[in-house]
């Protein structure tokens, strides 16, 4: 069963109310995206190269979740945040950036400043935690810039739950979007993600620790 924006988002409250809390589904999905790509590509753990592109939301924080399990691997992870910290917009996903400032493993990069990554041919995986589901009208900057660094790359390309600048739930494509080789979606398939399978790559759907119960009266 696919579902809409709106109806994930009052299954992850109702769990949340349940005491399920968001900072544990966040944590779910960045773990099992991270273990899709240990199961299909395992060379690709112990690259030097992986880029993760942060949005200042859930999806972004998902991402961080992301690099923190790859540099557990033994991965060289850099991550590079669209914005500042201050201004990042969800509890979730500042508690795991002050938890990756403790890390030595890893390379953060904040701003909009694309010159930081050099070249594009020293990435051999790059994650799109962009905007995910959390995409709303025109693709402003620094997203736009991301969008277009990560399609210009021959890098393998991860999207994290749907690929940026795809509408969840229509499928509808925004320019510039995110063109993936995978997309890890959480919970259930959003209904638009069919219609946008030439850019989402091959899809998986994670589940992420919700309880049943948190669908009642939602679906």
Known sequence: MCITVKQMMQIEENGHQMGFLRKFMMENAGAGATKRIKEKYPMMILEEGILVFAGLGNNGGDGLVIARHLAGYGAGVTVFLLGEPDNIRSEECSWNWNLLEKMDLIKLLTGGNFGLLNNLDKFDLIVDGILGTGISG?????????????????????????????????????????????????????????KAKDVCGEIFVEKIGIPPEAEIGVL
């Open 138 to 194: 025109e693709i402003r900057e620094p997203h736009a810039s991301a969008i277009t660094f990560i399609n210009k790359s021959n890098a393998f390309k991860l999207a994290v739950d749907v690929p940026s600048g795809v509408d969840p739930d229509t499928g509808n494509k925004n320019l510039p979007h995110v063109k993936a080789d995978m997309t890890v979606t959480f919970h259930r398939m959003k209904v638009g993600m069919p």
